[in-house]
């Protein structure tokens, strides 16, 4: 007899989550293949993208790979011409990876997220939008916390943030910009790890 989970809320949560990354997966290999990429591939071109020359361990930390695999796509990526690897300033043994020309003309080419869950999202409003960013975020940071998932450069968990005030309206101190809660990120290039989560998530709610 099949299992009915009923009333069961976090139960039917995970399934829903599972059934988006499914979703996404297929989404991702479809866009990937249509400009000659693995999926991989086309995660490390996009993060050198957002932000800038990075190392292979950086990198496979980043995107949750193992060594080999991120080392094997970088090196399939620098035979395409899309990426070079030239020494780290900071350490001449190791090499950093950075995007060419051909690199960045890849990334523009590839689409933001599929088009279907794109309009799904749009079509919500800016509140709704905002409740769904903050409490991914919040999941996204407990599961940092216990190693489960990479550092993630958010802005819940960042010293440039500054919580909402009472108007509701967030503060960047690094961009120099005020946002709601559909304007958070959870990849930042301007990142400073030290923000407060509790503090931000009580504020933002």
Aim: net charge neutral; glycine share 12%; aromatic share 2%.
């Amino acid at each position: 007899m099949p299992i009915d989970h009923g009333q069961d809320g976090t139960r039917q949560i995970t399934l829903a989550l599972g059934r988006l990354m499914a979703y996404l997966r297929g989404a991702a290999w479809q866009a990937a293949w249509a400009g000659g990429l693995t999926p991989t591939q086309a995660e490390i071109l996009a993060h050198l993208a957002r932000q800038g020359p990075a190392r292979n361990t950086d990198l496979a930390a980043a995107l949750g790979v193992t060594a080999a695999t991120l080392s094997a796509s970088a090196r399939a990526l620098v035979d395409k011409g899309l990426v070079t690897r030239a020494p780290d300033p900071s350490d001449a043994r190791v090499r950093r990876l950075s995007l060419t020309e051909n690199g960045q003309a890849a990334v523009a080419n590839l689409p933001p997220g599929p088009p279907a869950l794109e309009g799904a999202l749009d079509a919500l409003p800016g509140e709704g939008r905002g409740q769904v960013l903050r409490h991914l975020a919040a999941l996204l940071h407990t599961l940092e916390t216990e190693r489960a998932i990479p550092r993630q450069r958010m802005c819940l968990t960042c010293d440039h943030f500054r919580p909402a005030d009472t108007a509701g309206t967030h503060r960047c101190a690094a961009l120099r910009h005020q946002f709601g809660d559909d304007g958070l990120r959870v990849d930042c290039a301007s990142h400073a790890p030290g923000g407060s989560l509790g503090a931000g998530i009580e504020r933002a709610g």
